[in-house]
């Protein structure tokens, strides 16, 4: 397998030169992620129409200029499942992936399996088996060995093919604009994470008082300093359910806060002061400022026709020959059937009635809930057999 090889920062100016006008750039990462605060970036597979190239991180240390080029305008950029790749470049460049063609989240726009790994779709669309043998491969290690790197470049060589089958299934289908709506909807959820406070999805927060959330929002905020400072999952600094603990007592005398079971770990034996002034700081927040519950639940929705809803997604993507995971799940029915049936002030619009997903599932939806929409069996072989039809 003829590749180039990319180690110094003069070699990767220089190739990011040659890419700047290709019109397609396939690529994909390798990273470890055990233990450490953000995933570690170790290699970087590249592969236009003429190139086909690898980047070593570990060698080049500023890899911004391979990021830079893919965050401006001017090409399409392939990659499977993204959100790792739309993360790096986010956190490199500070900006999303510029017109970016998610192989995955095609298949599933045209009615394949969504979310398909890259070696199923390879399967099924370039009729070619992908290599198991460095599954297991510490990326980080090095050297690389021929076998590893080789290994690496068979998850973007056929990505420029797939791309070009997929994305003519999609234009005929007339959904590129679909397609573009959700991967900018799914790196804005890359860029929120990385720049969102996320305290309120510890887990076994929910349901706690203000003053509470408002002692989990300062432990949180603690721990993700923490966590960075020393390159560690925040998890590993102090588990979610020792945080949920200490707010429930809201105490602040260290030698109490150690008497609690777990928290007695020698790696948080030189914390302690620090979590009292944390759990301190949420018990001298003023009330007007501590954060809102989350509201409660809506009134009971018949369980039999959220049910019917939910399934109703399956013959609605069928007949739209769309993969139904794409689409929504049972979760966001309820939110539909809530928004529907007992609208609140300030309510934002569901998912299921936004964009392109209010196009063909929310318009059905209301039809259905209006009467207006019947269902029958259309094929009794089909994995869905059910179809709707004008009542």
């Known amino acids: 397998m003829q590749y180039e090889s990319i180690n110094t920062a003069d070699e990767l100016q220089e190739f990011c030169n040659s890419l700047s006008d290709e019109p397609v750039i396939a690529f994909d990462t390798e990273f470890v992620s055990d233990d450490t605060y953000r995933p ?10 003429k190139t086909l190239a690898i980047i070593d991180p570990l060698s080049v240390e500023n890899t911004i200029p391979f990021w830079d080029l893919l965050a401006s305008s001017g090409r399409t950029v392939v990659a499977h499942a993204a959100r790792e790749e739309s993360r790096f470049c986010y956190r490199f460049s500070g900006k999303p992936i510029e017109g970016l063609f998610d192989t995955q989240l ?52 056929d990505l420029i093919e797939m791309y070009q089958q997929l994305d003519s299934e999609v234009i005929k289908l007339d959904r590129r604009s679909w397609l573009d709506e959700e991967s900018d909807r799914l790196q804005q959820k890359v860029i929120d994470g990385e720049t969102k406070e996320n305290w309120r999805r ?42 949920v603990e200490l707010a429930r007592r809201g105490i602040t005398d260290q030698r109490k806060i150690k008497d609690i079971r777990g928290m007695e770990r020698r ?17 001298n927040t003023p009330e007007h ?32 020959k769309l993969a139904p995971p794409i689409v929504g799940n049972a979760d ?12 609140r002030e300030n309510d934002s619009l569901p998912a299921l009635l936004n964009g392109w997903r209010g196009e063909i599932v929310g318009k059905a939806f209301r039809k259905i809930l ?22």
């Not at 300062?218 to 102090?238: G, M, N, S, T």
Request: with cysteine; charged share 30%.
């Open 40 to 49: 570690q970036l170790c290699l970087i597979q590249v592969a236009t129409p």
């Open 106 to 157: 095609a298949a599933g726009f045209v009615g394949m399996e969504y979310p398909a790994s890259l070696a199923t779709l390879v399967q099924k669309l370039v009729n070619k088996v992908l290599p198991k043998g460095e599954t297991r491969t510490d990326w980080s290690r090095r050297p690389l060995s021929k076998a590893q790197i080789e290994y690496a470049l068979h998850d973007v060589i």
């Open 202 to 243: 510890v887990s076994g927060a929910s349901g706690m008082k203000p003053r509470q959330l408002e002692i989990i929002r300062h432990l949180w905020r603690w721990r993700e300093q923490e966590a960075k400072k020393r390159d560690r999952l925040p998890k590993r600094i102090l588990r979610d359910d020792l945080m």
């Open 267 to 283: 790696s948080l034996a030189d914390h302690y002061e620090a979590i009292s002034s944390a759990i301190q700081a949420g018990l």
């Open 289 to 320: 400022e501590l954060p809102r519950r989350p509201r409660g639940m809506r009134r009971v929705v018949s369980p039999m026709l959220s049910q019917f809803l939910s399934t109703s997604i399956a013959c609605i993507s069928r007949q739209q």
């Open 332 to 343: 966001d029915v309820r939110e539909l059937l809530g928004y529907e049936l007992d609208r």
């Open 370 to 391: 209006a009467g207006e929409l019947a269902i029958r069996v259309a094929d009794v072989r089909e994995t869905q057999p059910l179809e709707f039809i004008d009542a």
